[in-house]
T-cell receptor, first 114, second 116 residues
């Protein structure tokens, strides 16, 4: 597609519920990133994929967070047993490969845990 | 820990004025910096970047200045327009532990409001 697509745009979850957030990167983009953006803050790195390989997951806040990209294209960020502190915008970005090519962010999924 | 931060959380200007948004960083190993613009409900949008071997870079109506001595970064927007109203973030690539693939550390952001 023309840009990075994320779905759903908005998600309201009850505390304890599991959620799955989807990212469709730009076709052919090798690199894929997930960031978490709390209200009034800058995005914070969660995890990085190169094709299907998850090369860096150092930013995932707990073992309730899990990300996958099984075929090297679409990625899913899953949050188990959601808690109120998980409320944030989850941003996905993709790149042909590193800064040399720049990377493009999606519009994000706003997750609200009630 | 090391982080990127901003001096001014909000900035209000009149249309046609020049705007300057500042950012301090503390990681001396950072070798690449980017300014992003984020409008409400959208993801960050690339504005301009600069590498640590440069001290100035110009784009269309925007200039980024890098002062490595005091670890300071600024974004200058000439002839600011209402469409420039947004939150502006600086971001750095720490270039530590092999993160040159693109991992970024973002600052808190500055809200720029341009009055017609």
């Amino acid at each position: 597609g023309a840009g990075v697509s994320q779905s759903p745009r908005y998600k309201v979850a009850k505390r304890g519920q599991d959620v799955a957030l989807r990212c469709d990167p730009i076709s052919g983009h090798v690199s894929l990133f997930w960031y978490q953006q709390a209200l009034g803050q800058g995005p914070e790195f969660l995890t990085y994929f190169q094709n299907e390989a998850q090369l860096d997951k150092s930013g995932l806040p707990s073992d309730r967070f899990f990300a996958e990209r099984p075929e090297g294209s679409v990625s899913t960020l899953k949050i188990q047993r959601t808690q109120q502190e998980d409320s944030a915008v989850y941003l996905c970005a993709s790149s042909l490969g590193g800064f040399r090519y720049g990377y493009t962010f999606g519009s994000g999924t706003r997750l609200t845990v009630v | 820990g090391e982080s990127v931060g901003l001096h001014l959380p909000t900035l209000s200007v009149q249309e046609g004025d020049n705007s300057i948004i500042n950012c301090a960083y503390s990681n001396s190993a950072s070798d690449y910096f980017i300014w992003y613009k984020q409008e409400s409900g959208k993801g960050p949008q690339f504005i301009i970047d600069i590498r640590s071997n440069m001290d100035k870079r110009q784009g269309q109506r925007v200039t980024v200045l890098l002062n490595k001595t005091v670890k300071h970064l600024s974004l200058q927007i000439a002839a600011t327009q209402p469409g420039d109203s947004a939150v502006y973030f600086c971001a750095e690539n720490p270039n530590a532990g092999g993160t040159s693939y693109g991992k970024l550390t973002f600052g808190q952001g500055t809200i720029l409001t341009v009055h017609p």
